[in-house]
Nanobody, 123 residues
Framework: QVQLIESGGGLVQAGESLRLSCVASGRTLSTYRMAWVRQAPGLEREFVATISGYPGFTLYADSVKGRFTISRDSAKNTVYLQMKSLKREDTAVYYC????????????????WGQGTQVTVSA
């Protein structure tokens, strides 16, 4: 059974930083593409970033490019999302997902999700 557990969310002011973590059990993350997506109230889930299995190619949504960094620590079986220069529009529940096929932008391409972690950015 695969479990993904996110943590690291919180309340910050605009311009500040946060680092989200996604710890996996039941799956070796280094061999799988993983992604972070987010969902703001009243909106659909939005792709944020993805990292491939080795060697770890990354892809970002335009809205976070240059501010967010996705990375992986294979020894800890953990995927991270370092978020800098946070904006109010980054407020959302952030989820990590394990990819199995199809478009990385589509929810249906991920077969496991964590429970999410709330990120709130105040002005």
């Amino acid at each position: 059974q695969v479990q993904l557990i996110e943590s690291g969310g919180g309340l910050v002011q605009a311009g500040e930083s946060l680092r989200l973590s996604c710890v996996a059990s039941g799956r070796t993350l280094s061999t799988y593409r993983m992604a972070w997506v987010r969902q703001a109230p009243g909106l659909e889930r939005e792709f944020v970033a993805t990292i491939s299995g080795y060697p770890g190619f990354t892809l970002y949504a335009d809205s976070v490019k240059g501010r967010f960094t996705i990375s992986r620590d294979s020894a800890k079986n953990t995927v991270y999302l370092q978020m800098k220069s946070l904006k109010r529009e980054d407020t959302a529940v952030y989820y990590c997902g394990s990819y199995y096929g199809g478009s990385v932008y589509s929810d249906g391409s991920y077969n496991y999700w964590g429970q999410g972690t709330q990120v709130t950015v105040s002005a």
